[in-house]
């Protein structure tokens, strides 16, 4: 079992920065990939970024690129995800996952864990 746990999330005015961490426990060995997710209220839950456990590749979606930076520490079994420049668009729960396969982010089937969320909220 992987167990992953949120931390970071809060208030921030636009234009501010938030620093998320997801710390991931347990059988983390088995983790190939590991991605934070975001839901709005009343959206679907949509990809954020992405980064490969054992090589630190990473993927983002075209909303976040240049704003957001996803990052792992192996010794502390950690992945965080830097947010600069956010906007009143950013607001929402931002979930982590863990997926053991190779399955591509923005599948329907992506991730074996998840975490509970950290709620994030940007004010205009």
């Known amino acids: 079992q992987v167990q992953l746990v949120e931390s970071g999330g809060g208030l921030v005015q636009t234009g501010g920065s938030l620093r998320l961490s997801c710390t991931v426990s347990g059988r983390a060995f088995s983790t190939i990939t590991v991605a934070w997710f975001r839901q709005a209220p009343g959206k679907e839950r949509e990809f954020v970024a992405g980064i490969s456990w054992t090589t630190g590749s990473t993927t983002y979606a075209a909303a976040v690129k240049a704003r957001f930076t996803i990052s792992r520490d192996i010794a502390k079994n950690a992945v965080d995800l830097q947010m600069n420049s956010l906007k009143p668009a950013d607001t929402a729960v931002y979930y982590c996952?863990?997926?053991?396969?190779?399955?591509?982010?923005?599948?329907?089937?992506?991730?074996?864990?998840w975490g509970q969320g950290t709620q994030v909220t940007v004010s205009s």
């Open positions: 996952a863990a997926d053991r396969g190779s399955r591509p982010y923005l599948g329907a089937d992506y991730g074996d864990y």
